[in-house]
């Protein structure tokens, strides 16, 4: 149940994009995506609901493929507060749905350096 | 200030002496979750509470109990601890509106059983 995210790790300079991938193998609510900081609690990013829709957060926004169970999160011209752990959380949907449980990934590390 | 508090944040204890983990929201929120998160495995489910009175297991409840007599506490019992619960527990809190469960976390509780 858990998703797969993909790249495990990602290194950046400043001002270089970067694309996250999130896959599930069952059919998705909603997909939730989490930044934590070495040392700090995750921090909320944004929410896709099923539906195919992108949403965008200042240069960071992300898209939901309902259909291919997949979502994407899009760093653009990434700055330094970037740098951190970003997580896919998922909720499933469909038949066997169980809204308020969520599985997350096992996270991606992102580096930006100067 | 809107927040989430967990008691203690950190603590070392021995095998089978029960203990309890606090966790407080002022935000009103009707949903609660608390998580662990070991190295690699991204964060688990424990337990999840979708409002007063009703709990439901997540992804590894085994050895965890919780209680919701209160929307604003929600915390978190073990029994007869294990060195493998020793993790980094987080609860968070969401409204949620319209099916968007936008979790704020709370600062963690660092667990060590010897």
Not at chain 1, 37 to 63: C, N, R, T, W, Y
Not at chain 2, 86 to 113: I, K, M, N
Request: hydrophobic share 30%; aromatic share 10%.
């Amino acid at each position: 149940q858990q998703p797969v995210q993909s790249p495990q790790a990602v290194i950046l300079r400043e001002g270089e994009d970067a694309v996250i991938n999130c896959s599930s193998s069952k059919a998705l609510y909603s997909v939730h995506w989490y930044r934590q900081k070495h040392g700090e609690a995750p921090v909320f990013l944004m929410i896709l609901l099923k539906g195919g829709e992108q949403k965008g957060h200042d240069k960071i926004s992300a898209s939901f493929n309902e259909k291919k169970q997949q979502s994407s999160l899009y760093l653009t011209a990434s700055q330094l507060s970037y740098s951190g752990t970003y997580f896919c959380g998922t909720e499933i949907g469909g038949r066997g749905s169980t809204l308020g449980r969520l599985y997350f990934g096992r996270g991606t590390q992102l580096t930006v350096w100067p | 200030e809107a927040q989430v508090t967990q008691n203690p944040r950190y603590l070392i204890t021995v095998t089978g002496k029960k203990l309890t983990v606090t966790c407080s929201q002022n935000m009103n929120h009707e949903y609660m979750s608390w998580y662990r998160q070991d190295p690699g495995l991204g964060l688990r489910q424990i337990y999840y509470s979708m409002n007063v009175e009703v709990t439901d297991k997540g992804d590894v409840p085994e050895g965890y109990k919780v209680s919701r007599k209160e929307k604003r506490n929600f915390p978190l019992i073990l029994e007869s601890p294990s060195p493998n619960q020793t993790s980094l527990y987080f609860c968070a809190s969401s409204l949620p509106d319209r099916g968007r469960h936008e979790q704020y976390f709370g600062p963690g509780t660092r667990l060590t059983v010897t």
